[in-house]
């Protein structure tokens, strides 16, 4: 009964590559987003959906598209994957606009 | 870009010491704190959240905030082995429907025996 699930869990993957992460939550909250943790283990937000719909988008390269079918589900697409996508990718949700975030497992890119 | 800024590590405490981790952040406004703890390879996971000034306690947890100051801290009592992890400090965006959290870049938190 995982709250927020995201597959896969590892990732490694060719340079120029296309690839997709999936998350899931059981919570039946309204928001989710993408986060970003680099290298130096700083996490940051690159994308928010509230009821579906698209409310933050950070600057990321337009390689990364994010996707939400339903409220449940918040997909993140990665087209052309570059050396520099190499990092954690965390999907979370909220049951609010200004409240507290439930982190998945999260998803280690490598690009080689 | 808000800043939220984390008093740098590492830090190492003997067991049974108190920790205290602290945080500033740049935007008076803000109304929503959070505390999180990361263990190396996992996923962030909360351990407090205040809204108010002053202080909360949830077991050997007390976080403390203090909005003039724009100053928020975590203190882990009694510290134990099993807390050493990364100490990460968030920040709602506030008054926006934007719900966005701004981390501290962490405190790296060594519990030894």
């Known amino acids: 009964d995982t709250a927020v699930s995201q597959t896969p869990k590892y990732l490694v993957t060719q340079m120029g590559n296309d690839k997709s992460i999936k998350c899931e939550q059981n919570?039946?909250?309204?928001?989710m987003y993408w986060y970003k943790q680099d290298s130096k283990k700083f996490l940051k937000i690159m994308f928010s959906?509230?009821?579906?719909?698209?409310?933050i988008n950070e600057t990321v390269p337009n390689r990364f598209s994010p996707k939400s079918p339903d409220k449940a589900h918040l997909n993140l697409h990665i087209n052309s994957l570059e050396l520099g996508d190499s990092a954690v990718y965390f999907c979370?949700?909220?049951?609010?606009?200004?409240?507290?975030?439930?982190f998945g497992q999260g998803t280690r890119l490598t690009v080689v | 870009q808000k800043e939220v800024e984390q008093n740098s590590g590492p830090l190492s405490v003997p067991e049974g010491a108190i920790a205290s981790l602290n945080c500033t952040y740049s935007?008076?406004?803000?109304?929503?704190f959070f505390w999180y703890r990361q263990y190396s390879g996992k996923s962030p996971e909360l351990i407090m959240s205040?809204?108010?000034?002053g202080d909360k306690e949830d077991g050997r947890f007390t976080a403390q905030l203090n909005k003039a100051s724009q100053y928020v801290s975590l203190l882990i009592r009694d510290s134990q082995p099993s807390d050493s992890a990364t100490y990460l400090c968030?920040?709602?965006?506030?008054?926006?429907?934007?719900?966005?959290?701004?981390f501290g870049r962490g405190t790296q938190l060594t519990v030894w025996p």
């Open positions: 205040i809204y108010s000034n």
């Open positions: 979370a949700s909220s049951p609010g606009l200004e409240t507290e975030a439930f």
């Open positions: 968030a920040v709602a965006d506030r008054g926006s429907t934007l719900g966005r959290l701004y």
């Open positions: 935007d008076r406004g803000s109304q929503s």
């Open positions: 959906y509230n009821n579906k719909e698209l409310i």
């Open positions: 919570l039946g909250h309204d928001t």
